[in-house]
């Protein structure tokens, strides 16, 4: 009955930039958590960003730090990804997820940590 829809991906130059979207449905985006992961099959999550419920607590892995930034609008019930500089590396299936958990103002990027709900993911190919 929740639904995390992303929407945004693509395929891309290098150098150029994204800007990944996840709209919720059936509940409400505030109250949660929210990360951004990217996840190739048979392969560990990585290159993570998040956000906590109210927006005052972002985290980046090393490897995005500087190039992406994870931004929310709670009254447009939606979570964004956007992506800068673009690089062939950063091709992937990315993930958004949902963390109800969580206390208001954290968020975790740990490979460990089990979000709660997990968006279908969107394709982003960087390629020249």
């Known amino acids: 009955q929740w639904q995390r829809v992303e929407s945004g991906g693509g395929l891309v130059q290098p150098g150029g930039s994204l800007r990944l979207s996840c709209a919720a449905s059936?509940?409400?985006?505030?109250?949660?958590?929210i990360g951004w992961f990217r996840q190739a099959p048979g392969k560990e999550r990585e290159g993570g960003s998040c956000?906590?419920?109210?927006?005052?607590?972002?985290k980046y892995a090393d490897s995005v730090k500087g190039r992406f930034t994870i931004s929310r609008d709670n009254a447009k019930n939606t979570v964004y990804l956007q992506i800068n500089s673009l690089k062939p590396e950063d091709t992937d299936i990315y993930y958004c997820?949902?963390?109800?958990?969580?206390?208001?103002?954290?968020?975790?990027?740990?490979?460990?940590?089990?979000?709660?709900?997990w968006g279908q993911g969107t394709q982003v190919t960087v390629s020249s």
């Open positions: 997820a949902a963390d109800h958990s969580l206390a208001r103002e954290r968020c975790v990027l740990s490979d460990s940590y089990e979000y709660d709900f």
């Open positions: 956000i906590s419920s109210r927006g005052g607590s972002t």
């Open positions: 059936g509940f409400t985006l505030d109250y949660f958590a």
